[in-house]
């Protein structure tokens, strides 16, 4: 395991517990972009324990490997279907958000995977 995939894999883990927490705590500029994206609320506290568990997934990968593979390819699931939920809500301007919070995940389960 590599310095790179263990620093990538803590940098994802972290950002997808920012944005678990943020789905839990809901501040308004969230509730503003989730309610136009059309995320029904009671979504949301079960979108925040999937980004929650991929980035306990994350970490337990980085000692049981498989765990992490699996939580990578869930989170880039999540995300990939965030990406998509943005642009039918045709809010083209808000999809960079969802691909800066998948670039590390790819990167990590790419490090992952060649290792």
């Known amino acids: 395991m ?3 995939h263990i620093v990538l894999t803590l940098l994802a883990a972290a950002m997808a517990a920012f944005s ?3 789905s839990f705590v809901s501040p308004a500029w969230v509730v503003r972009s989730m309610t136009a994206y059309g995320v029904p609320r009671s979504w949301w506290p079960w979108l925040g324990a999937l980004k929650a568990a991929g980035a306990a997934g994350l970490l337990i990968g980085l000692l049981v490997p498989v765990i992490g593979v699996l939580a990578a390819t869930g ?5 990939a279907g965030a990406v998509v939920t943005v642009i039918r809500a ?5 999809v960079p958000f969802p691909l800066v919070f998948v670039a590390p995940v790819l990167a990590s389960l790419t490090l992952g995977l060649v290792a």
Request: aromatic content about 12%.
């Open 2 to 4: 590599s310095t790179a």
């Open 20 to 22: 678990a927490g943020v």
């Open 75 to 79: 989170l880039v699931l999540y995300f």
């Open 90 to 94: 045709g809010q083209l301007s808000h």
